[in-house]
């Protein structure tokens, strides 16, 4: 395969599924219940579930590797020791840099996932540490936090996990690659092999989660929150670097004999006026982008970010002048040594 074509095709996978970072725990659990459903009907096609399954297992697997590699450098360091096969020219390079693919996708998608052990492997390559303890204590947040149950694992037997995990890459690959002459599966062993699925899949994705973004917060109150208290933070830096400002111009102001603009109107109060303004525009702003949203529980989440945005790039705009009026004007300078 060319490299062209490998970009290509990792490129065509990402447009076939653009939505690659729902949770995948999902895709198991609406197989499960449609097995509940159709398990006693004459139509029943036992044999798609375990191939729809282990593919789900497969996707999981390379969606949450990509995006482990993409999220931070450490991990992106590590990836080098399960991606030794693969080679980077000029033309993947470009791909990469145009975005039209990232490294993550490159490694996800040139790796092999045929087993459990080929699936466990990667990610205690990326995350630099065995999984097995972590997989049989990790609970639940959802069932704990939210719902108030009681805190139980995920898995409540990994040997058995693992060994249903590894019995659906076995079967799967009789069904797809051989001619069997009779079952190779007793029907009963679906529903086990299915959930069993599942509890490692919702287990390794509560694991992954917490390793890229920590105790997130579960529930929208919970969630809007958090982003107010982001922009609470950054508020607090503005008002810092506002103040550093106002004290600066003043002194500077003292220093040169006074800078008078407009209307005899003093430098400090040129800022003060400024800064009042974008205030009113911010908030004004943050108002209007989210009015499709008045009287939603979400609209809190959706005002605070936006005011993130703005306040971001308000902190970034002051610190930029102020650098340059420190290299630029002496009295300026000296307040601020």
């Keep these: 395969m060319t490299a062209r074509s490998r970009t290509s095709e990792v490129e065509d996978v990402k447009q076939r599924a653009p939505y690659g970072q729902a949770l995948i725990s999902y895709e198991i659990q609406a197989l499960i219940d449609q097995w509940e459903r159709v398990q006693q009907s004459g139509e029943c096609t036992p044999d798609f579930f375990v191939i ?7 996707v999981f697997t390379r969606r949450q590797i990509a995006e482990l590699i993409d999220h931070a450098k450490p991990y992106m360091q590590r990836a080098g020791e399960i991606a030794k096969q693969i080679k980077i020219d000029f033309a993947i390079s470009a791909d990469i840099q145009g975005r039209a693919v990232t490294l993550g996708d490159l490694v996800a998608h040139g790796i092999s996932v045929n087993s459990f ?3 466990l492997s990667p990610f205690q390559v990326l995350l630099d540490k065995k999984l097995r303890t972590r997989l ?7 069932e704990t936090e939210v719902m108030g149950k009681p805190e139980k694992p995920i898995i409540n037997d990994y040997d058995r996990m693992a060994s249903a995990v590894s019995r659906l890459f076995e079967v799967r690959q009789i069904l797809c ?10 029907k009963a062993e679906i529903s086990i092999l299915l959930q069993e699925a599942y509890c490692f899949v919702r287990c390794l994705e ?5 390793e890229r973004f920590g105790a997130v917060p579960l529930t929208q109150s919970a969630i809007n929150a958090g982003a107010a208290d982001t922009l609470r933070k950054l508020e607090e830096n503005l008002d810092s670097l506002v103040g550093t400002i106002q004290n600066a111009i003043a002194r500077s102001e003292v220093n040169s004999e006074g800078v008078r603009g407009a209307n005899n109107e003093s430098w400090e109060k040129s800022f003060e006026d400024s800064q009042a303004a974008w205030i009113i525009y911010r908030d004004s702003h943050c108002s209007f982008a989210t009015h499709l949203y008045s009287g939603g529980s979400i609209r809190p989440l959706i005002w605070a970010n936006e005011a993130i945005l703005q ?12 650098k340059e009026c420190s290299e630029r004007t002496e009295p300026f300078r000296a307040v601020t040594e």
């Excluded at 690659?177 to 007793?186: A, C, D, R, T």
């Excluded at 509560?206 to 917490?210: G, K, N, P, T, Y």
């Excluded at 306040?311 to 102020?322: S, V």
């Design 52 to 58: 729809r399954c282990v593919t789900i297992l497969e």
């Design 117 to 119: 052990d080929q699936i």
């Design 136 to 142: 049989e204590t990790t609970a639940d947040r959802w």
């Design 177 to 186: 690659h051989e001619l069997p002459s009779g079952s190779v599966y007793e």
């Design 206 to 210: 509560e694991i992954l989660q917490f």
């Design 311 to 322: 306040t971001t790039a308000r902190i970034e705009t002051l610190q930029a002048w102020f």
